[in-house]
């Protein structure tokens, strides 16, 4: 007999925690979240088995709280959750993805605002220094890597490199996994990026940039 052995509650709690590990890492909690929340409307319905009516009905009273788009996000990690947590796989119901698809008839989504480049160098060159430099570093490393927030928000300290004639900055956390690294090439904004740099208190405790 193996000295490995695993009792069935065992099994199961791996079994769990395994599954549990297949949600990403970043939005899990969102998906839990309307995982519940469903669970929930579903246990105020004594409703016990999912079946193409069930999600048919309770998408039918989501349509008329959220847009289109959020619907096909509710829809994506419920059928994520329920695949894994239920073994339903609520891909295959027909008639769900046509309501969601009649939703989405002639719906424009909102365009984020874009800066054109002219915007951003006008607002380098004449916004004052003294008000908007943190603001200008910040759209300068922005704009030249393609950053997204979070990107931003974790460059630290010694991802930053100062060459004689460029800047160059690393990114090894990215939503891709896949590091990356940019240099800054323009005279005025290498200057602005270090009088930021030169402007930072000795006494912070943190490595961050911004």
Not at 33 to 61: A, P, R, T
Not at 70 to 79: A, F, G, P
Not at 189 to 199: G, H, Q, R
Request: proline residues 4%; positive net charge.
């Amino acid at each position: 007999m193996s000295d490995f052995s695993c009792t069935l509650p065992e099994i199961r709690e791996i079994a769990e925690n395994a599954v549990s590990n297949l949600l990403p890492n970043k939005s899990r909690a969102q998906y839990e979240k309307e995982f519940n929340k469903f669970q929930e409307w579903c246990n105020g319905n004594k409703i016990k088995v999912v079946s193409e009516n069930v999600m048919l009905s309770y998408f039918d009273i989501q349509q008329k709280k959220y847009k289109p788009s959020t619907l096909w996000s509710i829809y994506s990690m419920l059928k994520c959750c329920l695949n894994m947590y239920k073994d339903v796989d609520i891909s295959k119901y027909n008639k769900l993805q046509a309501l969601l698809k009649r939703t989405s008839a002639g719906y424009a989504p909102k365009k984020s605002k874009i800066l054109e480049e002219e915007e951003i160098n006008k607002f380098i060159q004449e916004a004052d220094d003294r008000t908007y430099l943190a603001m200008k570093v910040i759209l300068i490393i922005g704009y030249n890597g393609a950053c997204r927030r979070e990107e931003l928000t974790n460059i630290l300290v010694q991802y930053i490199e100062y060459k004689s004639d460029a800047i160059v900055i690393h990114i090894p956390k990215t939503k891709n996994n896949i590091p990356r690294t940019f240099a800054i090439t323009n005279p005025q904004w290498i200057d602005l990026i270090k009088s930021y740099f030169n402007l930072r208190p000795k006494e912070v405790t943190h490595n961050r940039f911004f």
